[in-house]
């Protein structure tokens, strides 16, 4: 492989193209919302804007072509959500959370669920959502727990030639809908098997819309993604046909670790995006202000030496993203380890380079006229979303070192 991270004339057009609707749509879709009391009221605000996104096109770019989408890989959604992302997280966040909630069908599907549960999605109209429901109350990152650690809690049980689903979830991206009655797409992860290992007894079902029994609780009031839902909700008897079983029977959990691959190397990139905005503006900053002083602040090498180093963390950050991207597009062997990186420095720099920034910007920087509150509030939740770091990645990491087999030098290609 060589090595050029040159882009295609075909991806440069997909950069601008993305940057050109950040700017025309998203930038001014935050005042609409953020003074919002609610966040079910912020969300709701969001529509026209997450509506003119589908109308774009975009979710179809998220959409594998052999599944009748326009996707052409995962460096290509990078390169996209990196421009979405810096311009507005909660929005962006609501299509690539309904991505991850189709991304069960998409690797584990059969035609037949992809042609049927796919359809809305590939339409460039109305306001689809789907949600990958796996976190539950009482937290979920020993979902792969064997007893008596509880596991998965949320059941599904044949009856006829039905799935009856009971259980509670929580944080899920756009669960609920516009509506409180449920997205398009659900894709549950839950107990089917009678016996207690996970490994064999965890499955993902598709459950559609419209349903009786999902039973909202209430609307997270989250620190950052103001204009996102994240519902806590409950399954009360909630059906689906047998059918809609996503892949084996018991090979659930082996189907949501494949889902958040993917996922892991583009939250390295969201990390990119936050940043980023924040370099702009305080790079601006520091060429033009002078805070009562002879030269602009740009002038003095502590200044100078701050922002060096932010962009220099930016652009690793972004390196080891689209490599990730590119080992899963490739199905490298070292693809996992990649994109657990990826997700771990991109999302840690995130909170560590916009707070280096801030210091640079000063006082003025804390004033919520400046983006740094909104980029902060929404890098806090990569460290701990899409598995959190302490609890899910860097446990995949250690069971990674741990094995015989383990190549150091396989993620270089040099094994
Ligand atoms: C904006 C947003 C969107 C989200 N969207 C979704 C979604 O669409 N679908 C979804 O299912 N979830 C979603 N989540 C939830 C998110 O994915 C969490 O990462 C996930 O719930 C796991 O959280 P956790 O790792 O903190 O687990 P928890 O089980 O809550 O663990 C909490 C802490 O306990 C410790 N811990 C627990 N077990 C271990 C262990 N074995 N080893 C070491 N430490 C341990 C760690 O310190 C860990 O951080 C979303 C969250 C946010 C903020």
Redesign the pocket.
């Known amino acids: 492989m060589a090595i050029d991270f040159t882009l295609t004339p075909g991806q440069r057009e997909l950069q601008l193209a993305s940057r050109a609707f950040a700017r025309d749509v998203l930038s001014s879709a935050r005042p609409v919302y953020e003074k919002l009391p609610t966040p079910e009221e912020r969300f709701l605000a969001t529509k026209p804007a997450y509506e003119a996104m589908v109308a774009a096109g975009f979710l179809r770019k998220c959409i594998p072509a052999p599944a009748g989408g326009e996707n052409a890989g995962l460096i290509d959604m990078a390169i996209m959500a990196e421009e979405l992302y810096s311009v507005n997280a909660s929005i962006t966040?609501t299509m690539l959370?309904t991505v991850?909630?189709l991304l069960p069908i998409l690797i584990g599907g059969t035609p037949e669920q992809c042609g049927r549960l796919l359809e809305p999605f590939l339409r460039k109209s109305g306001a689809p959502l789907a949600?990958?429901?796996?976190?539950e109350p009482g937290?979920?990152?020993?979902a792969a727990s064997p007893p008596p650690g509880e596991g998965v809690r949320t059941t599904a049980k044949l009856h006829d030639d039905h799935w009856v689903i009971n259980g509670r979830?929580k944080?899920?991206?756009s669960?609920t809908g516009w509506d409180r009655k449920g997205a398009d797409v659900l894709c549950v992860v839950c107990r089917t098997g009678a016996e207690t290992r996970p490994e064999t007894s965890v499955s993902i079902i598709a459950v559609e819309r419209p349903t009786p029994g999902i039973m909202f609780e209430r609307a997270i009031d989250?620190i950052g993604?103001r204009g996102?839902l994240?519902p806590q909700f409950g399954f009360e008897n909630v059906r689906a046909p047998r059918r809609n079983l996503i892949g084996e029977e018991g090979g659930g959990l082996a189907l949501s670790s494949a889902s958040f691959t993917g996922t892991a190397a583009l939250v390295g990139i969201f990390g990119v995006a936050l940043m980023r905005a924040a370099f702009e503006f305080s790079l601006n900053f520091a060429l033009t202000e002078r805070r009562g002083g002879i030269h602009p602040i740009i002038e003095h090498q502590a200044v100078g030496y701050a922002l060096a180093d932010a962009k220099m963390k930016i652009e690793a950050a972004r390196y080891l993203s689209w490599r990730a991207c590119h080992a899963v597009d490739t199905q490298n062997p070292a693809a996992d380890e990649l994109a657990i990186q990826a997700k771990i420095y991109g999302s840690e720099m995130a909170v560590t380079v916009i707070t280096d920034l801030m210091r640079v910007v000063g006082i003025d920087s804390y004033d919520n006229e400046l983006p740094f509150g909104e980029l902060l509030q929404d890098a806090l939740?990569l460290p701990?979303?899409?598995?959190?770091n302490?609890?899910?990645r860097r446990?995949q990491l250690h069971t990674m070192l741990k094995r015989r087999e383990y190549d150091p030098l396989l993620a270089s290609g040099a094994a």
């Open positions: 966040l959370g991850l909630g949600g990958f429901c796996s976190s937290g979920s990152a020993n979830k944080w899920v991206s669960a989250a993604h996102h994240t939740a701990i979303f899409d598995g959190g302490m609890g899910i446990r």
